[in-house]
């Protein structure tokens, strides 16, 4: 099973800062990684596909980068909506998510 | 409208059974891949199982293996989880998924509003 670990667990931001989040899998799952964000009470929604590819509706202030075993999703300028847990997922081989990094205001 | 909705959920004993439905609206059906994901209370997400879109293909994650069974109506448009010898360590929030392609392996890019089930002791 490919493990999936994100870094940091938990990481404070001041509205307008930018965001960086990590994800590393324990193998190379090419650019086959997806990332949700989930909201409080909420299902997860799917914010970037094939590791930098934005989902329909989401805003451009929302990047993925990375590929093999290393991936970041940037968010450029936090609003107050984009508080939330973030997940990264690989699907190379089935699917395997990350535990999540929980996204605060600072 | 792209839609899910799952339905089922509940509360249950230990070693007993239950069958979670999903159905589907806005979309052609049975040419999309789906799967069910999993959250306990509390945790992360966990991939519970998946089915073609033809339904001739399934797959499950082995801690369900023997106890789980995910199924398709695609006449009524509707995607099931047939639970079977449940533990206490099943109690979890259920989402169904859809992916972009009729084969399983792709990213969800529509999830559900999930269907609670838990234990009873």
Redo the contacts between chains.
């Keep these: 099973e490919i493990v999936m670990t994100q870094s940091p667990a938990t990481l404070s931001v001041s509205l307008g800062e930018r965001a960086t989040l990590s994800c590393r899998a324990s193998q190379s799952v090419s650019n086959n990684l997806?990332w949700?964000q989930q909201k409080r009470g909420?299902?997860?929604?799917?914010l970037i596909?094939?590791a930098s590819t934005r989902?329909?509706g989401i805003p451009a202030r929302f990047s993925g980068s990375g590929s093999g075993t290393e991936f970041t999703l940037t968010i450029s300028s936090l609003q107050s909506e984009d508080f939330a847990v973030y997940?990264c997922?690989q699907?190379n081989n089935?699917?395997?998510?990350?535990?999540?990094t929980k996204l605060e205001i600072k | 409208e792209v839609q899910l909705v799952e339905s089922g959920g509940g509360l249950v004993q230990p070693g007993g059974s239950l069958t979670l439905s999903c159905t589907a609206s806005g979309f052609t059906f049975d040419n999309y891949a789906m799967?069910w994901?999993r959250q306990a209370p509390g945790e992360?997400?966990?991939?519970v199982s998946?089915i073609s879109g033809a339904g001739g293909f399934t797959?499950q994650?082995d801690s369900v293996k023997g106890r789980f069974t995910i199924s398709r109506d695609n006449l009524k448009r509707t995607l099931y989880l047939h639970m079977n010898s449940l533990r206490a360590e099943d109690t979890a929030v259920y989402?169904c998924a859809k992916e972009p392609f009729a084969s399983p392996?792709?990213?969800?890019?529509?999830?559900?509003?999930?269907t609670l089930v838990t234990f009873s002791s």
């Design positions: 997806a949700y909420q299902a997860p929604r799917l596909y094939g989902a329909t997940y997922q699907y089935w699917y395997t998510f990350g535990q999540g | 799967s994901v992360g997400l966990e991939w998946a797959y994650t989402y392996g792709d990213a969800f890019d529509v999830w559900g509003q999930g």
